[in-house]
């Protein structure tokens, strides 16, 4: 198998791509030279996926590099306040999804575009995105990505200019559990879990800044079930925001997650798949509820809202009213008629089936592992 890339290839190609050569601060290139010598060790990469690891790797350090021109650019971005922002986060297929696009039909709010996030700017127009460069390639590369995962859309409902997860922007420091979903990389994961999460959250608020610098006064809404282990680091840097936190039965997140990282890797890898995939998920859920469960102990309870699926799923409506009001703040009839119609919409694309035997799990094992926690 040939090796992922090096960590000088990588720079070299993502400064062709950008004729850019600022990358910042030098303290992401550990977990860069850890993650590939994870890919390489333990991934089991086929060709393929050899190829999309490269790539994205390379749009990582594309996107420190727009961030670090853009800051240079803008340098007022500094002075744009971020004023209780709301972070949806929890176990995976937990609604994080549907609840996180109902927040962000406000015009109220802005959440943060796939294409965004890829390519840290100034917000431009919604009518100028077509035109734009950095949006037309991710347009092209999400359809891409979802045209050769048949089904796809029915797991997971994605595309270049929809609020996405802001791991895109906690990523760019190389610290990001996207990864462990993406591939299976132990040794990293080992890695990051004693690293120090408070700097990639605080380059998380500068480009929150640069990208929100025409958005000024419209509260953040943002989403990553990736929250889950940095909510210390989170709250230290966004000191007043709501975190809200989605549950669902264990035995049900954890086979759905598995069906989703199956279609999102398939052809990448020789071994992550089956029961190998079905045990890395059981942990990285485990680990992440654990981690949360935690972090909650250590924060005044008014730092955090929950909402139960099922509670959701029978009358979503509803607990958006209850958030607003824990947010003291106005839901008027116009964007409750938007979320309606957008839950809708929702509803009709969503279609997923999966076993949790094609991963070597069952409901007893599940429940067995989480305890208490559930």
Not at 215 to 228: E, I, S
Not at 258 to 276: F, M, N, P, Q
Not at 329 to 349: F, G, I, N, S, Y
Not at 351 to 364: K, N, P, R, V
Request: glycine share 6%.
């Amino acid at each position: 198998m040939n090796a992922v890339a090096t960590v000088d290839s990588l720079h070299v190609k993502a400064t062709e791509l950008t004729g850019l050569l600022d990358f910042g601060s030098p303290d992401y290139l550990e977990g860069l030279e850890v993650v590939l010598s994870s890919l390489d060790k333990d991934a089991g990469l086929t060709p393929a996926g050899v190829e999309q690891a490269r790539s994205e790797l390379t749009e990582i350090l594309v996107s420190r590099l727009l961030s670090e021109d853009g800051w240079k650019k803008y340098p007022e971005h500094a002075e744009v306040r971020i004023e209780r922002p709301v972070f949806i986060t929890g176990m995976p297929r937990t609604a994080t999804t549907a609840l996180h696009r109902l927040l962000t039909a406000d015009p109220a709010h802005q959440g943060l575009p796939m294409w965004l996030g890829i390519a840290p700017q100034p917000r431009p127009l919604r009518s100028q995105w077509a035109a734009n460069p950095h949006f037309q390639q991710i347009d092209k590369d999400i359809r891409d990505f979802v045209d050769a995962r048949p089904g796809y859309l029915g797991l997971h409902n994605t595309s270049a200019a929809e609020p996405d997860e802001c791991w895109l922007l906690l990523r760019q420091s190389l610290t990001s559990f996207f990864f462990e979903f993406s591939c299976y990389v132990p040794t990293y994961s080992k890695w990051l879990a004693g690293r120090d999460l408070r700097p990639s959250y605080q380059r998380h608020r500068r480009n929150l800044q640069l990208i929100g610098l025409t958005r000024p006064g419209r509260r953040w809404v943002l989403k990553d079930p990736g929250h889950a282990f940095g909510i210390d680091a989170l709250l230290d840097t966004y000191p007043d925001a709501l975190v809200i936190q989605t549950h669902r039965d264990p035995a049900t997140v954890v086979p759905s997650l598995c069906s989703l990282i199956d279609k999102h890797t398939s052809g990448a890898s020789t071994v992550y798949r089956g029961e190998l995939l079905g045990r890395a998920a059981l942990d990285l859920t485990h680990r992440g509820l654990s981690a949360f469960t935690e972090a909650r102990r250590r924060h005044d309870a008014h730092r955090f809202y929950d909402v139960w699926f099922d509670d959701f799923a029978a009358d979503p409506i509803s607990v958006v009213e209850d958030i607003y009001a824990r947010l003291d703040a106005p839901l008027t009839d116009e964007t409750r008629a938007r979320m309606v119609e957008l839950q809708l919409k929702d509803d009709k694309r969503r279609s997923h089936t999966y076993e949790a035997a094609d991963f070597g799990l069952s409901s007893e094992l599940i429940n067995e592992r989480f305890g208490a926690l559930q």
